[in-house]
């Protein structure tokens, strides 16, 4: 219950559009942490588990959350490594204070310990690391991707009607200079702009915008 309460707030906190970007991942990966420490005890906090099973406790379900959230939510693969190493670590924590607390007779050797309880969780943190790998890369395609040849994409405004042919977003010019005059200034980029670029700007709009067809691009493009 104090798991889903936590979950709970910090959905709320990190929909916020006061909270800093950086701010809502460390206290994303900070929830990662607690929160499989809540899984760890709502697993074994309870004696009766470990004489139930006697030696064959299986994976937590600590090990689906920490790949899961690594894959869901793009962090960099060393802070994500990290996270998860804290993360898994709840296991062996949470089982080695029951069994040390004595309220079960259920004992485990240390290879018994490492072999069942550290061991599995460290395949997971490599498994959420090369996870963490393949979204961030991903995520860097992407944020290249936005930046349409000679065009950064600012904002994307709606999508066309017709087969949804077409999705109006604001651009910058990424061939725009700073200009020290006055200038015009240009929206989501930084500075003004001298009036060549203006010109040259214009001319390259008015060859784009009559591009049509195949047949239309090519001739476009000789003329």
């Known amino acids: 219950m104090i798991g889903i309460v936590v979950a709970l707030l910090v959905a709320a906190v990190i929909r916020s559009a006061r909270v800093p970007l950086p701010t809502a991942m460390n206290i994303g990966l900070t929830f990662e942490i607690a929160s499989s420490y809540a899984i760890a005890a709502a697993e074994f906090a309870d004696p009766m588990v470990f004489e139930m099973h006697r030696g064959m406790l299986g994976l937590s379900w600590v090990a689906v959350w920490v790949v899961l959230f690594t894959v869901v939510v793009p962090t ?9 190493l804290a993360s ?9 204070l029951i069994l040390a607390s004595g309220p079960t007779s259920f004992r485990l050797d240390p290879g018994q310990f ?5 061991f599995p969780y460290l395949l997971v943190v490599g498994m959420a690391y090369v996870g963490a790998r393949v979204v961030y890369h991903l995520g860097t395609e992407v944020k290249r ?13 709606g999508e066309g009607g017709w087969e949804k042919s077409g999705e109006p977003g604001i651009a910058c010019w990424q061939g ?9 200034p240009s ?7 001298s009036e060549e670029a203006i ?3 214009e001319r390259e709009a008015q060859v784009i ?14 003329g």
């Not at 898994?88 to 080695?96: D, E, F």
């Not at 725009?176 to 015009?184: A, Q, V």
């Not at 929206?187 to 702009?193: K, L, S, T, Y």
């Open 209 to 222: 915008a009559r591009l049509r067809s195949p047949t239309r691009w090519s001739s476009s493009i000789s």
């Open 176 to 184: 725009l200079p700073p200009s020290s005059s006055s200038g015009h």
């Open 76 to 84: 960099a693969p060393r802070r994500a490594v990290l996270a998860a």
């Open 114 to 118: 490492f072999f069942g309880l550290v």
């Open 88 to 96: 898994v670590s709840s296991v062996p924590v949470t089982v080695g």
């Open 199 to 201: 010109r040259r700007f």
């Open 187 to 193: 929206p989501g980029c930084a500075g003004g702009v």
């Open 145 to 157: 991707a936005r930046e349409l040849g000679s065009y950064r994409l600012e904002e994307k405004l």
